[in-house]
């Protein structure tokens, strides 16, 4: 009766060992779930960033005067532009030579990997010959912008505004290309063409407000608000990490001082060299004009 009490035992034992060890492995069956968690994070599509990426003549990343969309997580940037042009206007009964001398001093940084700020501050002289009281002055103006960025099916696109108080006065000495970059909103999408070459398409709306134009020596003209509207398209080519060359072409409806309506092309070109903490740039504006400008300046990031 013992022996077949314990051999009934042993086969019990064995009987719930089987299913038991059976049901440990079902358990152990964790590496599935892990193959799945690293499937859905490559899933993830990743946010290609340019390597070379500049500030603006507004304060903000992109390209001469065309904002691209940046996806830097943090960074503070400081910029600094300088330049000096020259140009011609008729006064009825003369001609006037202008000379302009202008710097902008700009500082961005990132809030989050979508959302930026910046400010700027814009210094500029300008001197007439023959001299018109209403042409030689020195005028400071003090910027602020906010861009975000964010990506647009397979593209990247960025949505933003910069904005400058002007009086009236101070709206009829500035040029239309500072209105253009201290009082905008605009919208920029970019596509990648190439690993090194970037396209991007860019509209910007620009506004002014009710102006009287006082030219000194008894001449006058009233201006309603106009508002500028201007579109562009970019490259950036990429020459490894160090080195970029960029291009804009602007065309769209301009304010001019002496024609109510007029349509303009212009050609922005410029190259940057150093890395992401440290930029030299330089710049041509107007390229297919009679006197082009040429922009120096450079970029620090910390």
């Known amino acids: 009766m013992n022996n077949t ?21 079902v358990l152990e069956a964790v590496p599935e779930v892990k193959r799945r968690a690293d499937a859905i994070e490559e899933a993830v599509p ?12 507004s304060g903000t990343s992109g390209l001469v005067s065309v904002p691209a969309p940046d996806y830097a997580e943090e960074g503070i940037h400081v910029s600094y ?32 990997q979508h959302l930026e700020l910046s400010v700027g501050h814009l210094s500029y002289d300008r001197t007439s010959n023959p001299v018109m009281t209403g042409l030689n002055f020195s005028k400071d103006h003090y910027s602020f912008g906010m861009k975000y960025s964010a990506p647009f099916e ?38 990648k063409i190439s690993d090194n070459l970037t396209g991007y398409m860019n509209m910007t709306s620009a506004f002014t407000k009710k102006q009287k134009i006082d030219f000194g020596n008894g001449i006058t003209r009233k201006l309603d608000r106009k508002d500028i509207f201007v579109g562009a398209l970019g490259l950036d080519y990429q020459f490894g990490s160090y080195a970029s060359f960029f291009g804009e072409c602007r065309f769209g409806n301009y304010r001019d001082i002496f024609i109510d309506e007029s349509v303009r092309y212009r050609l922005h070109a410029g190259m940057r060299f150093g890395s992401d903490a440290f930029q030299l740039e330089v710049m041509g504006l107007n390229l297919t004009e009679e006197e082009p400008v040429l922009v ?3 970029n620090i990031g910390f």
């Open 5 to 25: 009490m314990k051999a009934a035992v042993v086969i019990i034992i064995c009987g719930l060992y089987i299913p038991l060890s059976c049901y440990g492995q």
């Open 46 to 57: 990743s946010i290609e960033m340019n390597s070379m990426l500049g500030t603006t003549m």
């Open 81 to 112: 532009k300088g330049n000096t042009s020259k140009s011609s206007i008729f006064v009825p009964g003369t001609s006037v030579d202008l000379e302009k001398d202008e710097e902008f001093i700009g500082i961005r940084g990132k809030v989050n």
């Open 154 to 191: 397979d593209k990247q696109m960025c949505m933003g505004f910069t904005f400058t108080p002007m009086t009236a006065e101070e709206l009829n000495l500035a040029d239309i290309e500072q209105i253009e970059n201290l009082r905008n909103i605009y919208l920029t999408v970019s596509e």
């Open 296 to 298: 120096v300046g450079g």
